[in-house]
């Protein structure tokens, strides 16, 4: 198939995708109880306030500011519109435009997981094409058992025993250290482990298979026959590489962000859930949709790089 084909396909694939899951978010936010909205009429009648024109007039005023007055079939058809032309308005929470407000949180956050995940792909690849090329070695085994038990470790845990060092004075704490180098080391040992054990798993499959054995006869270095084992392991691990980090980050940029108070995109929509800030949820919404889909496209654009024989219809 057509390069520009398979991109088409995905684009296309994306949109209805991201169709579906705009409106799913769209109709839970819309058509559920709104905790906000009741906690701002608790807090009237905890004030004395019972009469219903006053507390139907702060209702109104509620859904006046976030322009939810308007019928329901409305206000989707605008807020779909303004997805679609990236017009994401502004956030009800803090009043400032979404777009740069969801851009600047994405970019915070890649600032540490960019790193932590090119790091844990060469430190994973090579201690499983390690461990899998030398079954014997103590060395492999032991980075193993290692990598494992960082994966095993709770990333909170580890990241609020850290914290606590500073509670004292949390002046001392060093911005180069708490707000970047920590997460980073905790965003590595999250994906480090599951690459370990991938990389391990496929690799062995390729260690003792015929060409590996005839490569190793004719005295190739040990740098080659992994090389070709790694060539030919590489569509599987491939595949699991993008699906098992966009898993796993997902949950580790809520923890890490919140832990350490970092301004980035997991803290941003889990303020935005909290307050029932729709504009900044359903922008970053398509923030996560788009990463999906160049994801897949770059997934199956390397697959007939990595190897020719497969098609990638």
Same mark, same amino acid.
């Given at each position: 198939? +057509? ?71 409305? $206000? ?21 435009? #979404? ?5 600047? !949180?994405? $970019? ?46 709770? +990333? ?75 060539? +030919? !392991? ?53 923030? #996560? ?12 654009? !390397? ?11």
């Amino acid at each position: 198939m +057509n390069p520009l084909r398979v991109l088409a396909k995905r684009v296309a694939m994306g949109l209805a995708t991201a169709w579906i899951v705009l409106t799913s978010v769209f109709a839970l936010f819309t058509l559920t109880d709104d905790w906000v909205l009741s906690g701002r009429i608790g807090l009237a009648r905890f004030a004395g306030e019972n009469d219903p024109e006053a507390l139907a007039e702060i209702r109104a005023e509620y859904l006046a500011a976030r322009g939810l007055d308007r019928p329901l079939w409305e $206000v989707y058809v605008d807020w779909i519109g303004r997805m679609v032309t990236l017009d994401w308005g502004v956030s009800i929470s803090s009043g400032e435009p #979404v777009f740069p407000l969801v851009a600047d !949180a994405v $970019v915070r956050t890649a600032a540490y997981v960019l790193p932590a995940l090119a790091l844990a792909i060469v430190v994973g690849i090579g201690i499983g094409m390690f461990a899998a090329l030398r079954p014997e070695s103590r060395l492999g085994s032991g980075s193993v058992g290692t990598a494992y038990l960082l994966f095993a470790l709770p +990333n909170f845990w580890i990241g609020g025993m850290l914290l606590s060092l500073t509670l004292e004075d949390p002046a001392a704490r060093s911005p180069l250290v708490y707000e970047h180098l920590l997460p980073i080391a905790l965003t590595f040992t999250t994906l480090v482990g599951g690459y370990v054990s991938y990389a391990r798993a496929h690799s062995r499959e390729y260690a003792t298979a015929d060409f590996v054995a005839l490569v190793r006869a004719k005295g190739a270095s040990g740098a080659r026959v992994a090389t070709h084992v790694l060539r +030919n !392991a590489a569509i599987p691990f491939f595949s699991m590489l993008f699906t098992e980090a966009l898993g796993l980050l997902v949950l580790a940029t809520f923890v890490i962000e919140v832990l350490f108070g970092i301004d980035g995109f997991g803290l941003l929509l889990l303020e935005a859930v909290s307050d029932r800030d729709l504009p900044v949820l359903l922008g970053g919404t398509v923030v #996560v949709i788009g990463v999906g889909v160049v994801g897949n496209v770059v997934q199956d654009l !390397a697959y007939g790089y990595l190897d020719p024989r497969v098609d990638m219809s």
